[in-house]
Every structure is written in structure tokens, then in C-alpha cells.
């Protein structure tokens, strides 16, 4: 199926991940496929929050062109290593964690503090190189996009904000500890939604200093919904797989502690927002025409697409992979062993990420007829919104 222009109200919602999310771009090439190379992406709203934000951007930035901005997406993700995401070298890694400790022994060293465990300038030029910020607000001109959203959380304030760039007509709003705010998206948007606590420093945007957009996007599917959304492709980086714990289990090292706190901040608000939205959805659907549903709902279609596997098994085979620095200090806090989660998050490494690509393909096709039951539909763009 040959597509010249995006479909009205689908909406595309990257989650977050660190490395894991380069499963997205397999899934977006399954699409690619079953669309037969369309110019323009069938996606008219795109989000992204913490590494889903890096997906985000390249694919709203190559709306016009949706086949060479997925290949393009792929082939970084493949040619990637860790030394493109933070330094990893002895001297970086060492360094920054000796400052650490000193600044705790001398209760602080004043402007001098340490702002992150890890230098991720490294990242910064990479998507210097990728995501052409300028091409997003061409792309809503010619009319291949209408919306694409970044979301942050800032720390002075207390709240999540999803930054949000479209044409006229969307206004602002506001929930619980988020609200939005249009604007012109920028490298630091992205660089601030992607700001793991302690390991990546947090960005200034205007007034405010932002960190990782997961510790206040509890409701990932928001945005896409305010920004017009009527259908939704959600590509998760959380498999529903639980694992044996043995009995009596281990007290947990550091390096388990820091990958499950990377577990929760990343995966644990989706589930309550696609248990919340249908909810809503079976309130709609008992109000039959012509009785107009309370507050003027209408109902959202969801299609989640999940890995099929445990993730945290597929890093422990590229755990190798890692730098010698890298590898000696998460061997040291017990980062490894026992499917520790924070392998999976930090190791970008083009070997593990085609692998994730590979998976993302694999598993779109098993959910093939429901995702293109969503890019087939054709709703009324007219609908209000949430």
C-alpha cells in the first residue's frame, strides 16, 4: 500500500529506553515495507520521551521522506558505539566518579560541583550530525506533519513539560504535574529529554533546568491525544515477561539497584495510561449515538507493540562489547549477572541494536493486521480533542 501523504490523526508514541529503543526503528521499518517505501511518513503526530525523543526528532524531521528517514534511523543505530553516546575512556570515567566521592567526603565543592556520573557530549554531536531541527517546521508547512512533542521534566518546577512544535490551531494545556508549552524544538529539547538522573546532566531551558522525561511522563499517551491524535502506534521497550527470583535472593548490588531504578523511571507509566485510556474508551462506548458522550470524549484506538523477548537476556550476550573501563566498573558495582537491567539500557552498541532492529521487524509482522488496521483507518479529522 503506496502512501503520498500522512494519515490524519495516527499518532506515532516513542517511549523511552536508553539503547533498547533502537527496537523502534525495527518496527518502523516493518511499516516501511508494508506501505512500499512511501514518501511521506502515514504518521501526522509524532512523541518521544527520553531516548524515544532521538527517534522522535529524526522521524519528524524526515516526515517528508519517511523511507530514508527509518533506513537512516537503522543504519545509526547499527553503526553505533557507546564512545557516540558518553566518554569511556579510564580518565572520563574515573575521573568524574573520584569527583564524586570527593565532593561527598568534603560535603560539597560549591560551583564545582559534579553535574553527572557520565559526559554525554559525545551524543550532542552525534545528533548535531542526524536531526536536522531546522526541516521539522518545513515538514508542518508542506503539510507532512501537524504536531511533534519532546517531553522533559524540570527540576525546579517539579513538573513534566511536553515541548511541542505544529502549525496554528493547538493550544497549550495542562495536567497534573505536566503542561505544555509550544515552541521551536531545538537539540537541547532533545539533549534534556534523554538527561538520565546522576548519570547525564540536566539541560537550562529558558528558566528551568530539565532531566529525563520519563520522571514525570507518567502519562505517555497525553501528548499524542492533546496534540490531535485519534489513533495510536505505541512502540514499547518493556516485555511483560517476569523472571525466577531465587529463593532466598541475593542481597542486590549497586549495579542491579541503578538498573532497576532505570526499569522504573523508563517502563512503569505506560501500563496505567493504557489501563486509564480504556476505561475512558468503554465510557464513550456506552453513550450510543445520538447521545454525545460526556465532555465531549471520543474514543482513541491503541496498538502496542512490546518486545517479545527478555531484553535484559539479549545484553547479557554483548555485555563483551562494553569498553574496558565501562565493563571493569559496572563488573565492579555488579552491573552484570543475574539479568541486571542496566546492561540493556546503556549498551549502545551497533551488534545489540541490530539485533533489537531485527526484533522490532520480527514482532511488528506477528501484529501486522492490527497496525494496519490503524494506518488504513480514516477518522474525522475534524473531532475534538481530549
Not at 521499518?29 to 522522535?56: E, H, K
Not at 532492529?357 to 497496525?371: E, M, N, P, S, Y
Request: hydrophobic content about 40%; aromatic content about 6%; some cysteine.
Amino acid at each position: 500500500m503506496a502512501s503520498s501523504r500522512p494519515t490524519r490523526g495516527l499518532g506515532l508514541v516513542l517511549t523511552g529506553g536508553g539503547a533498547r529503543t533502537a527496537y523502534q526503528a525495527g518496527v518502523l521499518l516493518a511499516v516501511r515495507d508494508w506501505l512500499g517505501a512511501p514518501r511521506q511518513s502515514p504518521f501526522s503526530i509524532i512523541t518521544g520521551t527520553s531516548a524515544g525523543a532521538i527517534n522522535a526528532g529524526v522521524m519528524a524531521a524526515h516526515a517528508g521522506r519517511f523511507s530514508r528517514g527509518v533506513d537512516g534511523l537503522a543504519a545509526v543505530w547499527r553503526g553505533l558505539t557507546v564512545d557516540d553516546v558518553f566518554r569511556c575512556g579510564h580518565r572520563a570515567l574515573y575521573g568524574r566518579a573520584l569527583r564524586w566521592v570527593w565532593a561527598l567526603l568534603r560535603g560539597g565543592l560549591g560551583p564545582h560541583n559534579p553535574r553527572a556520573l557520565l559526559d554525554n557530549h559525545p551524543l550532542r554531536q552525534l545528533l548535531e550530525r542526524h536531526v536536522n531541527f531546522a526541516r521539522i517546521a518545513m515538514q508542518i508547512h508542506r503539510g507532512a506533519l501537524d504536531a511533534v512533542a519532546i517531553t522533559a521534566s524540570g527540576y525546579n518546577s517539579g513538573r513534566g513539560v511536553s515541548f511541542y512544535q505544529s502549525g496554528d490551531g493547538i493550544a497549550p494545556w495542562q495536567r497534573e504535574r505536566m503542561l505544555s508549552q509550544p515552541t521551536t524544538l531545538t537539540l537541547d529539547h532533545i539533549m534534556a529529554s534523554v538527561a538520565i538522573p546522576l548519570l547525564f546532566e540536566a539541560v537550562r531551558i529558558g528558566n528551568d533546568w530539565y532531566g529525563d522525561g520519563a520522571m514525570r511522563d507518567h502519562t505517555p499517551l497525553s501528548a499524542a491525544i492533546n496534540l490531535g491524535a485519534q489513533r495510536l502506534l505505541v512502540i514499547s521497550t518493556r516485555n511483560s515477561e517476569s523472571v525466577p527470583v531465587p529463593q532466598p535472593p541475593p542481597y542486590p548490588q549497586l549495579g542491579k539497584i541503578i538498573g532497576y531504578v532505570l526499569d522504573s523511571l523508563f517502563m512503569d507509566g505506560i501500563g496505567p495510561d493504557l489501563e486509564h485510556l480504556e476505561s475512558l474508551n468503554a465510557l464513550v462506548h456506552t453513550h450510543a449515538p445520538p447521545q454525545q458522550p460526556p465532555h465531549r470524549l471520543r474514543p482513541i484506538d491503541v496498538c502496542v507493540i512490546t518486545p517479545s523477548i527478555d531484553l535484559r537476556d539479549m545484553a547479557a550476550r554483548y555485555t563483551h562489547r562494553f569498553p574496558p573501563a565501562v565493563r571493569r566498573l559496572f563488573s565492579r558495582i555488579g552491573a552484570f549477572g543475574d539479568l541486571s537491567p542496566l546492561p540493556s539500557y546503556l549498551l549502545f552498541d551497533g551488534a545489540f541494536c541490530g539485533e533489537l532492529i531485527a526484533l522490532g521487524h520480527a514482532d511488528a509482522q506477528r501484529h501486522r493486521t492490527q497496525i494496519m488496521t490503524l494506518l488504513e483507518a480514516h477518522p474525522d479529522s475534524t473531532a475534538d480533542r481530549h
